[in-house]
């Protein structure tokens, strides 16, 4: 019987890491462009690292506000893979391109007509709100191949594959790496070895790194487009594009809550890092980069969210009870190990990290400190990501929206103000108020996951 029981675990445990592995990969590559489009432009002074790093949440709310819509497709895809019903999943996948165009095509006209006001709106200091501005404008006009990105990624991995979104988002960082070192830098004299070679540059900085970017966007959403028309199991090619309300209802029905979740947080980090733009540009420019430096760290929670939302999606469409039961059961202390881990890295080379990308000493200092906070806390924030990824592949993102909104409105955004406004703190205390959010939400999901609420199949 323990033989079983451990082989079980042990063919869970394979399948867990073959879907997750890929996904960590992919945001393992797109943290480390990250990484390299911070450092190059870093070099460029701390007014360069300002004027990118002003709009960043910015980019957080739109790109995860689409992110939502692909969850209600892939709880869709999830289970109608796990109920073997793969005219369903085709069918869902042609909804989905239905939604790329829609939501593209809109989410383009707001944020190119909003570029001009965006930086103003953000407090950043007006010397750099022009540069701000533009850099905003280019990296959003591929903004309908970044929604195919996005959407079709998500669907992709419901139905199972994460190798193909992980090809792709390399792809995208390959352009991406190439082309920043063409465009931001002027030509200049480089040497390898006994090598000496003149490298070709534009010397276009800011704007150098935004349409590095922005081409490799687009790039990235026509190589998938093409992968999931060409796909043996979920190609859209039949479908009809136009609105189909037996699979938008329930689709909808999962992504308005998580919509809703992943917008109001997002804006309450657009209104976070306004607070935090008010405090100085050394405050913005330590707080850019540490948030940069700590996506890093999230990378293996976040991989076993994907995987997480997947398997639960199919053992709900299969009612499978048992294994929804067992997931729970290894998910958790594999995402706990990984997230003890990677926030024991964060803690002991935060320094040496924030030295990548600024050689301002007090950048370095101010954005060391709050790494070593938030460090701490990744475990409880690793246990929380699970619960809510395994919900979001059972469809049930009410909770996790109403958790997410009170904890980022009511405790960081409030407690935060209150810390920066009216008591003169500075940016230790806005990232307590976010360690203090996080805390919050394992306390929240904790709950569900020992009544077992989250679970639709769960015996009542």
């Given at each position: 019987?323990?033989?079983?029981?451990?082989?079980?675990?042990?063919?869970?445990?394979?399948?867990?890491?073959?879907?997750?592995?890929?996904?960590?990969?992919?945001?393992?590559?797109?943290?480390?462009?990250?990484?390299?489009?911070?450092?190059?432009?870093?070099?460029?002074?701390?007014?360069?690292?300002?004027?990118?790093?002003?709009?960043?949440?910015?980019?957080?709310?739109?790109?995860?506000?689409?992110?939502?819509?692909?969850?209600?497709?892939?709880?869709?895809?999830?289970?109608?893979?796990?109920?073997?019903?793969?005219?369903?999943?085709?069918?869902?996948?042609?909804?989905?391109?239905?939604?790329?165009?829609?939501?593209?095509?809109?989410?383009?006209?707001?944020?190119?007509?909003?570029?001009?006001?965006?930086?103003?709106?953000?407090?950043?200091?007006?010397?750099?709100?022009?540069?701000?501005?533009?850099?905003?404008?280019?990296?959003?006009?591929?903004?309908?191949?970044?929604?195919?990105?996005?959407?079709?990624?998500?669907?992709?991995?419901?139905?199972?594959?994460?190798?193909?979104?992980?090809?792709?988002?390399?792809?995208?960082?390959?352009?991406?790496?190439?082309?920043?070192?063409?465009?931001?830098?002027?030509?200049?004299?480089?040497?390898?070895?006994?090598?000496?070679?003149?490298?070709?540059?534009?010397?276009?900085?800011?704007?150098?790194?935004?349409?590095?970017?922005?081409?490799?966007?687009?790039?990235?959403?026509?190589?998938?487009?093409?992968?999931?028309?060409?796909?043996?199991?979920?190609?859209?090619?039949?479908?009809?594009?136009?609105?189909?309300?037996?699979?938008?209802?329930?689709?909808?029905r999962v992504a308005l809550p998580n919509m809703l979740q992943?917008?109001?947080?997002?804006?309450?980090?657009?209104?976070?890092?306004?607070?935090?733009?008010?405090?100085?540009?050394?405050?913005?420019?330590?707080?850019?980069?540490?948030?940069?430096?700590?996506?890093?760290?999230?990378?293996?929670?976040?991989?076993?969210?994907?995987?997480?939302?997947?398997?639960?999606?199919?053992?709900?469409?299969?009612?499978?009870?048992?294994?929804?039961?067992?997931?729970?059961?290894?998910?958790?202390?594999?995402?706990?190990?990984?997230?003890?881990?990677?926030?024991?890295?964060?803690?002991?080379?935060?320094?040496?990290?924030?030295?990548?990308?600024?050689?301002?000493?007090?950048?370095?200092?101010?954005?060391?400190?709050?790494?070593?906070?938030?460090?701490?806390?990744?475990?409880?924030?690793?246990?929380?990501?699970?619960?809510?990824?395994?919900?979001?592949?059972?469809?049930?993102?009410?909770?996790?929206?109403?958790?997410?909104?009170?904890?980022?409105?009511?405790?960081?955004?409030?407690?935060?103000?209150?810390?920066?406004?009216?008591?003169?703190?500075?940016?230790?205390?806005?990232?307590?108020?976010?360690?203090?959010?996080?805390?919050?939400?394992?306390?929240?999901?904790?709950?569900?996951?020992?009544?077992?609420?989250?679970?639709?199949?769960?015996?009542?």
């Open positions: 019987m323990q033989r079983s029981i451990h082989k079980l675990d042990m063919n869970m445990i394979r399948i867990i890491m073959a879907l997750a592995w890929p996904t960590m990969l992919e945001q393992l590559m797109q943290t480390a462009v990250q990484y390299i489009d911070l450092a190059m432009v870093g070099s460029l002074g701390t007014q360069a690292t300002a004027a990118v790093g002003a709009t960043t949440t910015v980019n957080w709310l739109i790109g995860s506000t689409i992110s939502a819509l692909g969850v209600g497709f892939l709880s869709f895809i999830a289970q109608a893979c796990g109920a073997k019903d793969r005219s369903a999943a085709a069918r869902a996948v042609g909804q989905a391109v239905l939604a790329v165009i829609v939501t593209g095509l809109a989410f383009t006209a707001v944020t190119l007509g909003l570029s001009p006001v965006i930086p103003a709106w953000m407090q950043v200091e007006e010397s750099i709100r022009p540069l701000a501005s533009q850099y905003f404008f280019i990296l959003y006009l591929p903004m309908l191949p970044r929604t195919a990105t996005i959407i079709f990624g998500t669907a992709l991995r419901a139905a199972g594959d994460t190798k193909t979104p992980m090809k792709v988002g390399v792809a995208m960082n390959l352009i991406n790496v190439v082309l920043n070192f063409l465009l931001i830098y002027p030509a200049h004299t480089m040497q390898l070895g006994s090598l000496t070679f003149m490298m070709p540059g534009a010397g276009m900085g800011v704007v150098g790194a935004a349409i590095a970017s922005a081409i490799a966007f687009a790039a990235g959403g026509v190589y998938i487009t093409i992968v999931l028309w060409r796909h043996p199991l979920i190609s859209p090619r039949g479908q009809r594009l136009r609105p189909d309300w037996g699979i938008l209802r329930p689709t909808l992943r917008f109001g947080t997002s804006l309450g980090y657009v209104a976070f890092a306004a607070m935090i733009n008010a405090l100085g540009e050394v405050a913005t420019a330590a707080h850019t980069i540490a948030n940069t430096v700590e996506s890093a760290f999230y990378i293996p929670g976040y991989g076993m969210q994907t995987a997480a939302a997947t398997l639960a999606g199919n053992a709900y469409g299969a009612k499978d009870h048992k294994r929804m039961r067992d997931l729970s059961a290894m998910f958790i202390p594999i995402e706990i190990a990984l997230m003890i881990l990677s926030g024991g890295l964060l803690f002991l080379f935060a320094p040496a990290l924030m030295g990548l990308f600024s050689t301002d000493v007090q950048v370095i200092h101010l954005g060391s400190t709050v790494l070593r906070m938030v460090a701490v806390s990744e475990p409880f924030y690793g246990f929380s990501i699970i619960i809510e990824g395994m919900m979001q592949g059972v469809g049930r993102t009410r909770q996790p929206f109403v958790y997410n909104i009170v904890g980022m409105w009511l405790v960081r955004i409030v407690g935060t103000f209150i810390c920066t406004a009216f008591l003169g703190m500075g940016l230790v205390s806005a990232w307590a108020c976010m360690i203090a959010h996080n805390l919050l939400l394992f306390v929240l999901f904790l709950r569900l996951y020992v009544t077992d609420a989250w679970n639709p199949l769960s015996p009542k």
